[in-house]
């Protein structure tokens, strides 16, 4: 009996430890990890300019401060993040609600990038490649100081 309640208690604690794995964090963890926003078109000053954005920067869709996992590729330049679980969840209606639209990705004050959501992302895995998305790449593996950065 007493061997069975060891075993029960262990195999509570491997699955509660499974289910509670802690989310990763950039080094800085003042930042957030990056924000994300609905784009705003602006009015045109001539006609040469082509059609430019802003966002409402006191109002961000959504704050990602940590992901659940975490992925250089072989490359050591191209990064894979899954969002948490309810980032993920947020991330999922949002690419919804943006179908066909933009979505743009600022960090430490800049945009990094403008996501063009060609189908929903359920899922909650985004994926960086270089050099397509370099500027994100790169920022993320040195705000998680992993791989090549500058």
């Avoid at 009996?1 to 800085?28: E, H, N, Q």
Wanted: net charge positive.
């Amino acid at each position: 009996m007493r061997a069975f309640t060891s075993s029960l208690i262990l195999a509570l604690v491997i699955i509660g430890t499974v289910s509670k794995a802690a989310d990763i964090r950039p080094a800085d963890t003042n930042t957030p990890l990056f924000r994300i926003f609905a784009p705003i078109p602006m009015k045109r000053a001539t006609s040469a300019i082509g059609t430019q954005l802003t966002f409402d920067n006191k109002r961000p869709l959504l704050v990602v401060h940590s992901v659940s996992d975490l992925r250089l590729a072989r490359d050591n330049k191209s990064v894979l993040i899954t969002l948490t679980r309810a980032d993920a969840k947020k991330f999922a209606e949002m690419t919804q609600k943006y179908n066909q639209g933009l979505l743009l990705f600022e960090a430490e004050g800049r945009v990094l990038e403008a996501m063009q959501i060609t189908t929903p992302v359920v899922d909650g895995v985004l994926g960086f490649k270089y050099p397509d998305e370099a500027a994100v790449a790169e920022y993320l593996r040195r705000r998680f100081r992993i791989g090549e950065f500058r």
